[in-house]
């Protein structure tokens, strides 16, 4: 599986990106998804995570302001980043894998994106 991830760049604080997750696989619609994120210096987290059947989570410090969403007739899983802060900077990577519970409990299992930046300036 091919993971390929595009819409990072630089914004102000307060402004929205939409991250965009491509992969070339037709058994998408059977894989969980998620976005990851790592900043210089820290561990990559989890941001949200979509299940094939809609199962959504996000961390805390998303909640209100991001929205994972997916299409499987064109295997594309979407990040909607609103109100931006200079604390979400940082590469964000898509991930699949086959369940939610693997996406969201294994760094080693699944697939992984080549990582888009995104730089939200204060």
């Known amino acids: 599986v091919q993971l390929v991830e595009s819409g990072g760049g630089l914004v102000q604080a307060g402004g929205s990106l939409r991250l965009s997750c491509a992969a070339s696989?037709?058994?998408?619609?059977?894989?969980?998804m998620g976005w990851y994120r790592q900043a210089p210096g820290n561990q990559r987290e989890l941001v949200a995570a979509?299940?094939?059947?809609?199962?959504?989570n996000y961390a805390e410090s998303v909640k209100g302001r991001f929205t994972i969403s997916r299409d499987n007739t064109k295997s594309t899983v979407w990040l909607q980043m609103n109100s931006l802060k200079p604390e979400d900077t940082a590469i964000y990577y898509c991930?699949?894998?086959?369940?939610?519970?693997?996406?969201?409990?294994?760094?080693?299992?699944?697939?992984w994106g080549q990582g888009t930046q995104v730089t939200v300036s204060s």
């Open positions: 979509i299940s094939s059947i809609g199962v959504i």
């Open positions: 991930k699949a894998d086959s369940s939610l519970r693997r996406l969201l409990s294994s760094e080693t299992s699944g697939f």
């Open positions: 696989r037709s058994t998408f619609s059977g894989a969980a």
